[in-house]
């Protein structure tokens, strides 16, 4: 059932952070801080098909994260997700289109050997 | 450095931190209000409205929000790694908060984690993505 719950945190988290990275894109930079402005920017990306279909991944991701988190310790909750990293690095090089250089691929693959290490 | 280049790495620096605050508070308060298990579907929507869990979950909403805006001008691919400083602080907020035994092995991947984040962040500009200013797509 661990197991079970990761994988599927894995998955919908990878789907939903590459959504909500393309909704944002389309949105563009965020320059104002107001709240008038936010809120206004909220209601445009409430609208937003790649947004809504990341909210719906981070749900599924959510639920299962809290089966996991009432059966593990935080301290192997939290590290373990981080399994999503080798799959979205590659999502944001190929479906991203992203400029992924040999650094930031070096730091995420140390990052990832850290967190496999935190979560044995 | 261009005005323009430091304004957007203070800004860039300003809402990691709150991004990875937000997560680990987040995290924090929702193990802590959490039950030893959920045995029914029904429980994994009553489970949201005990304080401690409800606390949680707001953290969790700002920490959304606040990558979100993150997300709105930096890059997915450095983004990740460099919030993944949550994952260190999430293993002291286990280890101190709330007594968990943290092994030498889960120490020694917490160092490989500050080494991976200090790799990405060095020498790297925050943006390798230009686009247009906020507005309706």
Known sequence: ?120 | MTSETARLRSKTWGCAAIVVLAQVFGNFFLKRGMPAELPSPLSYITVLFRPWVALGVSLLIVWLLSRMTLLSWADLSYVLPVTSLGYVLVAFAGRWLLDERITGTRWAGILLIVAGVALVGSGSTPQTWRGKSGGPS
């Open chain 1, 1 to 120: 059932m661990k197991w079970l719950l990761i994988a599927t945190i894995v998955a919908s988290t990878s789907v939903g952070e590459v959504l909500q990275a393309i909704g944002m894109r389309r949105y563009g930079e965020i320059r104002d801080f107001r709240p008038s402005a936010l809120g206004c920017a909220a209601g445009t990306l409430a609208r937003n098909s790649a947004v809504i279909g990341s909210v719906v991944a981070m749900a599924v991701s959510f639920f299962a994260y809290l089966g996991l988190l009432s059966l593990t310790d935080l301290s192997f909750a939290v590290p373990v997700t981080a399994a999503t990293y080798v799959v979205e690095t590659v999502l944001a090089k190929y479906v991203l289109k992203e400029r992924v250089n040999w650094l930031r691929w070096a730091g995420a693959a140390v990052v990832l050997s850290g967190v496999a290490l935190v979560s044995l």
